[in-house]
């Protein structure tokens, strides 16, 4: 009864950012071994919709919540990882650092990992948020290795990086498990294009 109850108060306090619903017939719809449904890429303009992640080093951590709510239409950018790596970690951290150099203009961040065993890495963020000082972008986890409904993460990325605003999606860039120090660059100056 008190899952039914959350997910309503979720699914209540997210209306606005609801993923809009796809046919057959829409641009970017990949079929999916793993569901009954098509999966769908979410486009650039779009309002990603709400889903829930366990937070393992954030302000609420060993709880699950919706960042994608709690942000609402701030400018957010999300890092969707299937494993930790360096490229991650040096990622995550630089993210970090932007996010408390725009506190003004209230930028948000969250790092996701998504897989079927998110048990496994827990630990590994709570190191990561330790040894790399990250103290603006919560770390949690996602038990679903396709990651959240509607968002139609690319199967083979391993890395993906998505921004967004109150005006939709801004950025969608699907990676590859290594980035050089110039991608994470390129990625962290991305920034811009959701800040007011």
Excluded at 145 to 169: C, F, H, R, T
Aim: aromatic share 6%; charged share 20%.
């Amino acid at each position: 009864m008190f899952a039914v109850s959350l997910c309503a108060a979720f699914a209540i306090g997210c209306t606005k950012f609801q993923a809009p619903e796809f046919t057959d017939s829409s641009p970017g719809t990949l079929a999916s071994d793993a569901r009954s449904h098509q999966v769908v890429s979410l486009q650039l303009g779009q309002q990603p919709g709400a889903f829930q992640v366990e937070d393992v080093t954030g302000p609420a951590a060993g709880e699950f919540l919706c960042y994608r709510c709690k942000y609402s239409g701030k400018p957010t950018v999300v890092i969707f990882a299937r494993e930790v790596n360096d490229s991650v970690t040096s990622l995550v951290q630089q993210i970090d650092r932007q996010v408390s150099e725009n506190a003004d203009q209230k930028l948000s961040a969250f790092m996701v990992v998504v897989g079927d065993n998110t048990d496994e890495v827990k630990p590994t963020l709570q190191r990561v948020q330790v040894a790399q000082h990250i103290k603006n972008t919560p770390l949690t986890v996602f038990n679903e290795k396709e990651g959240p409904a509607g968002y139609g993460l690319s199967p083979e990325a391993q890395i993906q990086v998505m921004m967004w605003n109150d005006d939709g999606l801004k950025v969608n860039r699907p990676l590859g498990p290594h980035l050089s120090k110039e991608e994470i660059t390129e990625i962290v100056a991305q920034t811009k294009e959701i800040l007011n």
